[in-house]
């Protein structure tokens, strides 16, 4: 029997069964993101194309993928593949074009036929007991989110930016956000001063970045935009341990503490020789609050609906952008990071 496992995470656990392996390819491998893009213009085009919440989270799988194997089993083995599967963190693509969960069952069909109720996304068990304490936090502060809502990408499929990485775009996001703020009190500062006291921010700027900094009167809207930018820099200053706490997002950010951390780093290399880097259990618990607090944001509004006490809609969609591009959600870059819910 042909099997085609689809895996998110990195490490993955002994082959433990009967098999041979036909093929394997990590993300190492060139011909891995080709093929899993076709896949998921695969997973889109099944059925009638309707984005059912079975596509979507199907789609959002594989493009986590970090591994990739096709190989052949015996029936008899199929329960140990399950079991190894699950760990896995797998789906799997038979030949007859259906893509199943770890237990065979039907998350997409083939011919568009309804999936198995009982199919569900497998998510490691990281995933699922943050999700609880996320939700836990929440309902200690009288928020509610819905169950629905399904886990986050957890450790084992985490891919960390480099601390350069980090330090690099936040003295870019530094450089646009203190021109927006410059611009929106009428005093603006001059783009090539603003270059020279942040040596570190020019080559680590992205193209809507250079194009608002070339803007000599730019528009009302991305001066907004960019003066938003703050909250972002507050994000990566606090993973890479710059500032102590990220707080619940009731606020926005202590602009002068953000602007004197990355003034004292003076470069990128003074960032990294100061840094302190959070854990990646704790950016993945600020992205799954961020995620599930933007959420109920965007659901109030189309409701219309008032936000939770104290909650700053700003602020969370500012810090999830910048979690989303911290865990490289997508594998986008920062010009092109989505926030979907």
């Known amino acids: 029997m042909l099997i085609n496992a689809y895996c998110t995470r990195a490490d993955l656990p002994p082959l433990d069964f009967a ?54 089993i015996d029936e008899a083995q199929l329960d140990a593949f399950s079991a190894w599967a699950e760990r896995a963190n797998a789906i799997v693509f038979l030949p007859d074009g259906d893509i199943r969960d770890p237990n065979g069952r039907v998350l997409l069909s083939a011919a568009g036929e309804e999936p198995d109720q009982e ?52 003295f870019a ?31 680590n700027l992205t193209p809507n970045e250079q194009a608002f900094l070339c803007d000599d009167a730019p528009a009302e809207s991305a001066v907004v935009q960019f003066g938003w930018r703050f909250e972002c820099l507050f994000v990566l200053e606090w993973a890479l341990g710059l500032v102590d706490a990220l707080p ?25 020789r100061a840094a302190k880097l959070q854990t990646a259990s704790d950016i993945l618990d600020a992205l799954d609050l961020h995620y599930r607090l933007h959420w109920l944001i965007r659901q109030s509004r ?27 959600f997508e594998d986008h870059d920062w010009d092109d990071v989505d926030t979907p819910t």
């Not at 819905?146 to 690099?168: C, K, M, N, V, Y």
């Not at 606020?251 to 953000?258: E, G, R, T």
């Open 248 to 272: 619940f997002p009731e606020a926005i950010c202590d602009v002068p503490l953000a602007t004197r951390v990355l003034l004292d780093a003076r470069d990128v290399e003074g960032a990294v």
């Open 119 to 170: 199919a569900a996304l497998p998510y490691p068990p990281e995933a699922w007991q943050r999700k609880a304490r996320t939700e836990a936090l929440l309902a200690s502060r009288g928020v509610s989110v819905p169950q629905h809502l399904p886990p986050l990408i957890s450790e084992p499929e985490l891919r960390s930016r480099a601390p350069q990485d980090l330090a690099g775009r936040a």
């Open 173 to 203: 996001l530094l450089a646009v956000a203190a021109r927006a703020e410059s611009v929106a009190n009428n005093a603006p500062l001059a783009v090539n001063e603003l270059l020279a006291r942040l040596p570190s921010a020019q080559a």
């Open 302 to 328: 189309m409701k219309e609906t008032a936000l939770a006490q104290g909650l700053d809609a700003g602020v969370v969609a500012e810090r999830h952008h910048a979690l989303n591009w911290l865990v490289r």
């Open 19 to 72: 098999h041979t392996l036909l093929a394997r390819r990590g993300l190492s491998d060139a011909e891995l993101a080709p093929h899993l893009s076709g896949f998921v213009g695969y997973v889109l085009s099944r059925g009638n194309g309707e984005m059912s919440r079975n596509r979507y989270h199907v789609m959002r799988h594989v493009q986590r993928v970090q591994q990739h194997l096709s190989l052949s």
